[in-house]
Every structure is written in C-alpha cells, then in structure tokens.
C-alpha cells in the first residue's frame, strides 16, 4: 500500500471512514486482540509547547497496541537553529 499524507477528514473516502470507524470499534470491544499491533513500531510526537494530556494518552495507547512513543519538545531543541528541519526529519524518521 502507497504511503498517504491525510491532514484532513475529507482525505478519506466514505467507505475509509466507516473502515476506521469499525476496526475502532473492535479494537474498544476486545482489546486483547490488538496487544501486539503495533510491535516494534515506533511514534515519534513533536510538541511545541507542554502538553500532558495529549502525550500521556498517545504513550499509552502506542504501549498498549504494543508499541513505543517518544516524545521530543521543539522548543528545548535545535530544532531550525542549529539543525535544518530537513536534517532532523531525516534522522528522527530513521529512528523511529
């Protein structure tokens, strides 16, 4: 399958949209069946400014489909200073 880019609900179709909404729905209704799904897999969030909520639910959704979240704060890096954006996206998506 070819990687897509979706910034925005109508990216997907209909019929993606009823797809996603159901496979949420078996995922909510036996969980169990999901523990591994995303293992060795890799989430890397980039967050401006704090945000406890929104880090601390995508950690433990990514631990428990089995998966690992890392999250890196932009404004106590580099980021766009001493290190290029492209530069960073590069690396990082190599490690992650």
Do not use: Q, W
Request: net charge positive; proline share 3%.
């Amino acid at each position: 399958m070819a990687l897509r880019h979706i910034t925005k609900i109508s990216d997907l179709s209909r019929a993606e949209i009823c797809s996603i909404l159901a496979l949420a729905n078996d995922m909510k209704k036996t969980p169990s069946d999901y523990y591994d799904a995303l293992k060795h897999k890799t989430l890397l969030m980039l967050f401006e400014k704090p945000s406890l909520r929104t880090r601390v639910s995508l950690e433990a959704g990514m631990t428990s489909l089995g998966g690992h979240g890392i999250a890196y704060m932009t404004g106590d890096s580099p980021l766009g200073a001493k290190e290029t954006y492209e530069d960073t996206g590069a690396v990082l998506s190599r490690m992650s």
